[in-house]
């Protein structure tokens, strides 16, 4: 099943909360997070072709944001690309009331403290994932997802707990 390029930024924009709320989960600074939302549209748009319609856009577009987000600024330099976006592709920026940001806050602000693979387990999970979609899209044994899920929602606890104790 091949896109077209109106296809792929109409189902970017549907979508981009998805981006955003990835870029959020990694990075902290608003710049990285701005730099990583490039480079996963970047990713997307690489590897389109990859996308085969066997699944739904937004599992595959979950699949390519976390790998890209875990290997991101792994590299010490980074090569430029010979690919490039259209220019007219921008995504606007998901607005939030006060209370829902402050919550949004202290919830990141914890999962910051979180490991790559912790990071990737705890977004899925409030995405909604099962823990079958969830080690599919990571390549873990459900088994093993189920294990590290609950270690990673008790330690996410405990961060917050110590956060809102002042610890």
């Not at 989960?25 to 549209?41: G, H, P, S, T």
């Amino acid at each position: 099943m091949e896109l077209t390029e109106q296809e792929f930024l109409k189902a970017i924009t549907v979508h981009k909360g998805i981006i955003h709320k990835v870029s959020r989960i990694y990075f902290e600074d608003a710049i990285d997070r701005e730099d990583l939302v490039q480079e996963i549209i970047l990713q997307l748009w690489k590897s389109l072709k990859s996308f085969n319609g066997k699944s739904q856009f937004s599992s595959w577009m979950y699949r390519v944001a976390l790998n890209t987000a875990i290997v991101f600024f792994k590299k010490e330099k980074r090569k430029p690309d010979n690919y490039k976006m259209p220019a007219h592709v921008q995504l606007a920026q998901e607005e939030y009331s006060d209370e829902k940001e402050q919550q949004l806050a202290s919830f990141y602000k914890a999962v910051h403290q979180l490991n790559k693979i912790e990071k990737a387990l705890i977004f899925q999970f409030v995405e909604g994932f099962s823990g079958e979609e969830i080690a599919k899209n990571l390549g873990m044994s459900p088994g093993n997802v189920r294990v590290k899920l609950n270690r990673t929602k008790k330690k996410l606890k405990e961060i917050i707990k110590q956060q809102s104790h002042g610890f």
